[in-house]
């Protein structure tokens, strides 16, 4: 099947061109940064997880968000989702890659990682977290791949496939959890030391995923001839408004926690995150751009005729996902380290390097993205008799 992906027009070819010259300046990035070390990010002994944890850490929540399609087309039969539930598993498939990639690029000695899995250590977090991530890569790489060559032969799946589509639900749900333990389990991390982390993450992903997923399925009808109804793209709606309105209110209730308590060593991560502190406030402007586009997202969400306008749903997903990239892509991993355990302020900001090797990351899961999309339009428009 992949043999698809090697014939194409000029705008596919452009596209990838495209995304290429991003891979290889990031690629020269990363070479410097490999020769001389971390020092040409702005990590530093306060602040030692940056902008790479923050990208592994949003786009895990939206690997896992693929079981907002998963769950109701296998679990509960509801057939609207068929034609986008592969889509959604190769959003997870890219998705998992680049989080790995960042914990790569994260290493000083990236070939240390290979020490998680010769000496594993039982207790440690980071160990279950690359346990459930590569698990759940290979379930749906093995899954999207048994289905979809069913879907091309026109005959069902297997029934063995059904234990496998089966746990990967669950296991959906478990590589955001684990991630969330990450840093709920740092005692000394008042920002993170909160029973609410998990369910707040699994909140933001399933309202950042099927938000990104509708995004895709609109570029899809429009560049391919691809038929997918409207019925699906609207449900997926309702299932990032219900999302993103619990992972707001969330957010409310950490801050109110934080703030109604007045624990200094709670107020201040506030403060800095929102307000800024000691003169320090890099991320405050940030953060309020983040809350802005929340509440206009949930205004366009919740009333139904705005949410079943394609159009205006589209400027919302737009939103929810830039809203939800700000959070944790930016705001909740450096806030966890600013102040220190000693009360002073260590402002933290992504340098060149790290901006460019982040855009290459990004851009090589959109190139597995759009080879893997390729592949499903080139044989659904040939079953479909558009060749």
Known sequence: ??????????????????????????????????????????????????????????????????????????????????????????????????????????????????????????????????????????????????????????????RWIKPFIILSIPWAVSIHTVTAFLYSGLEGRAFWLTAILAPRFLASAFAAGPALLIILVLIVRKVSKLEIEDEPIRKLGVIVAYAMAVNVFFVLMEVFTGVYSDIPEHVHHFEYLYLGLDGHSKLAPWMWVSNILAVFSLVLLIVPRFRNSLNILVMACVAVFISLWIDKGLGMVVTGFVPNPFGEVVEYWPTVPEFFITLSIYALGALILTVLYKVVISIREQVAGYH
């Not at 990035?29 to 020092?39: C, K, S």
């Not at 690029?105 to 980071?126: A, E, K, W, Y």
């Open 1 to 158: 099947m992949i043999e698809k992906a090697l014939t194409g027009s000029k705008r596919y070819w452009g596209w990838i061109g495209f995304l290429m010259i991003f891979i290889i300046i990031g690629a020269l990035f990363y070479i410097r940064q490999y020769n001389v070390g971390l020092g040409v990010t702005g990590l530093s002994r306060d602040v030692p997880w940056g902008f790479y944890i923050a990208q592994f850490t949003f786009l895990v929540g939206v690997a896992a968000s693929a079981v907002m399609v998963v769950l109701p087309y296998y679990l509960h039969n509801y057939k609207a989702f068929g034609k986008i539930t592969v889509l959604g598993e190769f959003v997870a498939i890219s998705s998992v890659i680049m989080c790995m990639t960042f914990i790569f690029v994260d290493m000083g000695q990236p070939f240390r990682i290979l020490n998680v899995f010769l000496h594993p250590t039982l207790n440690s977090l980071m160990f279950w977290d690359t346990v459930v991530l590569s698990g759940y890569l290979v379930l749906n790489i093995l899954i999207s791949y048994v289905t979809f060559s069913s879907e091309r032969k026109g005959i069902a799946p297997p």
